[in-house]
């Protein structure tokens, strides 16, 4: 029987950090963001939904300008309803069917999902592990990682629950505040403890 494992928390928090350590440790990966950039390519079901919606000057050759959408989805909340109100009934679907398959092949599996709870897809996984950083270590990270303005990625942040409310519906909370070496051995510890010995002797 597989396992599976969501990995979510708030943009800078560290949350694919953890991912790419379970990943290193066997688990198969699905980043859920790679699959919603599908959508943003021409002959998606609603990428002229999108142009249409947003306008022609999001169109570009290879797909949506991503960068120039993410600034004003992040700007405002009735943009960024509207563009999930798209996208999101597509995301929901095809991912749920990509869980069902990994489940079917008894593939253990971690879902790198940084909306798994507003999306309302916990019910996919099995535990739900959530990654917190201090606010201000989160907003330095974005800034630096994305080259955005403070203004810009607290909007980031803003656009997702809060980090409490996350780590009080989670199995699992690591707080992201040392090394990366000493979150890659918190993330190993994690692993013997909830992953490998549950796993021994499962057919």
């Not at 253990?108 to 739900?128: I, N, R, S, T, Y």
């Not at 000493?182 to 692993?191: C, D, R, S, Y």
Request: hydrophobic letters at 45%.
């Amino acid at each position: 029987m597989a396992l599976v494992i969501g990995v979510t928390g708030g943009s800078g928090a560290g949350k694919t950090t953890v991912v790419s350590i379970l990943s290193q440790l066997g688990m198969e990966r699905l980043d859920v963001d790679r699959v919603a950039h599908k959508f943003l390519l021409p002959g998606s079901p609603v990428f002229e939904k999108i142009v249409a919606t947003f306008g022609e000057e999001y169109r570009q050759e290879e797909g949506i300008d991503r960068k120039r959408l993410g600034r004003l989805v992040f700007s405002s909340p009735a943009h960024r309803r509207k563009l999930e109100a798209l996208v999101h009934p597509l995301l929901k679907k095809e991912v749920a069917a990509l869980v069902r398959a990994a489940r079917r092949a008894g593939r253990d599996l971690v879902l790198d999902h940084p909306l798994l709870f507003e999306m309302e897809m916990e019910g996919l996984v099995d535990e739900v592990w959530v990654v917190t950083v201090p606010r201000e270590l989160q907003v330095a990270r974005i800034m630096n990682r994305d080259k955005l303005t403070r203004e810009e990625a607290e909007g980031r942040i803003a656009a997702q629950l809060p980090p409490e409310e996350k780590a009080a519906r989670a199995a699992v909370v690591i707080e992201n505040t040392g090394s990366l070496a000493e979150l890659t051995a918190t993330v190993k510890k994690l692993w013997e403890e909830r992953i490998k010995k549950p796993n021994t002797g499962r057919a």
